[in-house]
Nanobody
Framework: QVQLVESGGELVQVGGSLRLSCAASGRTDSIGAMAWFRQAPGKEREFVASRPWNGANQYYTDSVKGRFTISKDNAKNTVYLQMNNLKPEDTAVYYC?????????????WGQGTQVTVSS
C-alpha cells in the first residue's frame, strides 16, 4: 500500500504562486508514476501533470504548460507542483496520485486533496 498526503493549498491572488507537496509513504518502491489532478466545482477531475517516480520525463495538460512544474525530492519521497502565474480557472481541489507503472499508468492511490483558490 502507498499513502499520499498533500499540502500547500491556500487562497492566492491572480498572478501569484503556490507550491503543493505530496508526501508518499508505505510501499514507495512499488511506485512507477506520480501525477497531479484537479477538480473544480461542478466539473470532472482532470489531469494536470505527471512524471515517473524515477526519471526526468514530465507531462502537462496544455492549460498549465509554462506555468506549472512537477518535481520530486528523492530523499523525502515527496513530489511537488510549483504553480506560477495562477489564474482564476486554476481554482480547484488538487489531488496527487500514484501508479505502479509509468507505461499506461493506472492511478490506484490518491491523496485526500488540497484546496487552491485563486482570487481576482
Amino acid at each position: 500500500q502507498v499513502q499520499l498526503v498533500e499540502s500547500g493549498g491556500e487562497l492566492v491572488q491572480v498572478g501569484g504562486s503556490l507550491r503543493l507537496s505530496c508526501a508518499a509513504s508505505g510501499r514507495t518502491d512499488s511506485i512507477g508514476a506520480m501525477a497531479w489532478f484537479r477538480q473544480a466545482p461542478g466539473k470532472e477531475r482532470e489531469f494536470v501533470a505527471s512524471r515517473p517516480w524515477n526519471g526526468a520525463n514530465q507531462y502537462y495538460t496544455d492549460s498549465v504548460k509554462g506555468r506549472f512544474t512537477i518535481s520530486k525530492d528523492n530523499a523525502k519521497n515527496t513530489v511537488y507542483l510549483q504553480m506560477n502565474n495562477l489564474k482564476p480557472e486554476d481554482t480547484a481541489v488538487y489531488y496527487c496520485a500514484a501508479a505502479q507503472s509509468w507505461v499506461s499508468p493506472s492511478y490506484d492511490y490518491w491523496g485526500q486533496g488540497t484546496q487552491v483558490t485563486v482570487s481576482s
